[in-house]
């Protein structure tokens, strides 16, 4: 799993996900291409319902490294490839930037990636990296939500398609800075590590049904927090708790077992230690 890479996501979706439903998920590879230092696999996936109707569509590329030089063809003609896009010329409509929590990636886990890449130090470390990294899906939901919040009032039913490169990895606790420029119903953005100042999401873009811009004199901004790791929900919540850290927010929602779960691999609540799966 050190030798596989999330280079490419691209989310399409086709009507409201329903709260309760039997979800089949079908996935065909469209292309393999030879890199030379690896093999880029092109997978679309449809899923589908009960009655076989069309929920959403995801395609993504993942890169093997070490599995090139196979005599393959290094790019693809295929026009079910969703491409990345460059961002306008000029500067952004809007920029937003938030801190990650140190536990982001363990708390991610919950949604079923449990790749040791993103909370065992010593897994990290033979993929090259210094600590765990968040989960280049979960970077993209941070990017995704300030979207959402600058151009679509915070509405996911405005949610119509994105597409996204990752470029390079976050570590939990840096801030993800998200830059955005709007072009009709479609906004180009780009991300960064606001610390660092490197490029981790490019070519990307977002396709609303209905944009709604934020009005910046009437929200609080992701900025204003008294503390950088509180988070603030601009929502009509936010006027009765204003602040609330993620670790409140956490033992308000999860049950004791959940956070058990997640807490393990740091030997957390079991008070036993534990790495990766």
Known sequence: MTKLIHGEQYLELVKPIPSSATLTSVPKIIDVLDKGSGALLIIGIETFDENQSLVFYNQMSLFMVGSGNFGGKRMSNDTNIKPIVSAPNRQPDAIVSEKTSIDQAAIY??????????????????????????????????????????????????????KARFVGPVTPGQTIETQMWREGNRIYFQSF?????????????????????????????FQNSKNDNDFILSSS???NINDITIDELAKDCLKEDVIRYVCAPYGGNDGQSGGGD
């Not at 210094?130 to 899906?137: D, R, W």
């Not at 590590?193 to 901004?221: C, F, M, P, W």
């Open 237 to 239: 919540l936010a006027s």
């Open 109 to 162: 886990r919950l949604c079923g990636d449990k790749n040791p890449l993103h909370i065992d130090p010593m897994f990290a470390s033979a993929g090259g990296f210094s600590s765990p990294i968040l989960h280049g899906l979960c970077t993209m939901g941070f990017a995704m939500r300030h979207v959402l919040r600058e151009f679509a009032g915070y509405d996911v039913k405005n949610f119509r398609a994105i």
């Open 193 to 221: 590590i606001k610390e660092t100042g490197k490029l981790i999401i490019s070519g990307a873009y977002v396709d609303l049904i209905e944009v709604q811009v934020r009005n910046h004199n009437t929200e609080n901004n």
